[in-house]
Nanobody, 127 residues
Framework: QVQLVESGGGSVQAGGSLRLSCAAS????????QGWFRQAPGKEREGVAA???????SYADSVKGRFTISQVNAKRILYLQMNSLKPEDTAMYYC?????????????????????WGQGTQVTVSS
């Protein structure tokens, strides 16, 4: 059974850091679309960071220089390191993967049509 499980969310003050983890079961992360998305109350879901097949990861402009996406294939884990957190980063964060899609990372970031999603982990940043 294919499953993605996020962890690492929590409450932190502005300027703090969190590392989100996404553990995969039933498949392994590879050189296809995988990423982190977030959704705040009353807002649409947005791509935060994504890995594609052909190039370096892509990031939303709002998190560039603060967030880093990485994967450890041997552990089947996708990470999102979040530094210098801001109150506007408060949202539910989801990881996603789609072995059908072998695209450039910016396409993986902007197109949220993934077939596997985690249940989400809440990140709350207070000022």
């Amino acid at each position: 059974q294919v499953q993605l499980v996020e962890s690492g969310g929590g409450s932190v003050q502005a300027g703090g850091s969190l590392r989100l983890s996404c553990a995969a079961s039933g498949f392994s992360f590879g050189n296809y679309c995988q990423g982190w998305f977030r959704q705040a109350p009353g807002k649409e879901r947005e791509g935060v960071a994504a890995i594609g097949r052909y190039d370096s990861p892509s990031y939303a402009d709002s998190v560039k220089g603060r967030f880093t996406i990485s994967q450890v294939n041997a552990k089947r884990i996708l990470y999102l390191q979040m530094n210098s957190l801001k109150p506007e980063d408060t949202a539910m964060y989801y990881c996603a993967a789609d072995p059908r899609r072998y695209y450039y990372s910016d396409s993986c970031l902007t197109n949220g049509d993934y077939n596997y999603w985690g249940q989400g982990t809440q990140v709350t940043v207070s000022s």
